[in-house]
């Protein structure tokens, strides 16, 4: 698909790995929709307006649906039919098991998961009928082999990997493609969190014995919506910590 022109909107963009993919997709002439729970700043709205593209910021909770159905309205108003979905939004509440609540659970799973078909099926209406569209979910490694203290987080993150290739069956004879990228350990606010010695830790168990980078993430989304022939997959952007056969 060529971006040029092309209508962006990415969930959970004011920061970190949605940022970025924001400014790429930017820079490659897309315009752009931001999305956060609070008012986008204007000083970000303007940043990717640099780039010479139309960029507008939509605030709200995208894991409600009546949230997320009148935030596209305002979208497709100002701007018209989103072309490439980005569904980035999601949060972490990590902790044993055993001492997770039933709210630590359902949080996590209705902001990563629930948000994530809330977006999907409102956009992928109007990409039907024009026979053509992308559609790019979040996913994680976790999500892919686990990770303690992160049951709640990577079950969210492996559903969101059986929804993406659900989704691609679905659509691929209407010429829309669904895909998942599962970040490995990416250097973020999230990540930048943890010690030295966990760090230290973490890096050992990587074959490229670094953490990844948020472009690397964002580049891998604009392949992705540039690849109209991929489909169904996931791919894992990890320095090779999670290899399958």
């Given amino acids: 698909m060529e971006l040029k ?7 959970g963009s004011t920061r970190g ?7 790429a997709f930017s820079q490659e002439g897309a315009n752009i929709i931001l999305n956060g729970r609070r008012p986008v700043p204007q000083e970000l709205i303007d940043t990717i307006k640099a780039h010479g593209v139309f960029c507008m910021g939509v605030a709200g909770d995208i894991s409600d649906y009546t949230t997320a159905k ?6 497709e108003e100002q701007l018209g039919n989103v072309d490439i979905l980005i569904n980035n939004a999601g949060i972490t509440n990590d902790k044993l098991l055993l001492r997770m609540t039933p709210e630590d659970f359902e949080s ?7 948000g994530t078909f809330n977006m999907t099926q409102l956009v992928m209406k109007k990409m039907l009928k024009k026979r053509c569209g992308a559609i790019i979910n ?3 490694v976790s999500g892919l082999i686990g990770n303690a203290g992160q049951a709640n987080y990577a079950a969210s993150k492996a559903g ?21 990228i599962a970040p490995g350990f990416i250097a973020t ?13 973490v890096t050992q168990n990587i074959p490229m014995q670094k953490f990844g980078t948020v472009a690397d ?20 952007v990890d320095g090779g910590l999670v290899m399958h056969g």
């Fill in 138 to 140: 979040m996913s994680s």
């Fill in 17 to 23: 790995i949605g940022w970025a993919i924001a400014e």
């Fill in 160 to 180: 969101m990997v059986g929804f993406t290739k659900s989704v691609a069956r679905e659509v691929a004879p209407r010429g829309i493609s669904c895909n998942a």
């Fill in 189 to 201: 606010d999230m990540t930048e969190v943890l010690s030295d010695k966990v760090k230290e830790q």
């Fill in 108 to 114: 996590v799973m209705k902001i990563n998961l629930s």
């Fill in 70 to 75: 009148n935030l596209l309205a305002e979208v």
């Fill in 5 to 11: 022109g092309k209508n962006v909107l990415i969930t």
């Fill in 217 to 236: 993430i964002a580049q891998t989304a604009v392949f992705l919506a540039k690849s109209p022939y991929i489909t169904g997959q996931v791919i894992n």
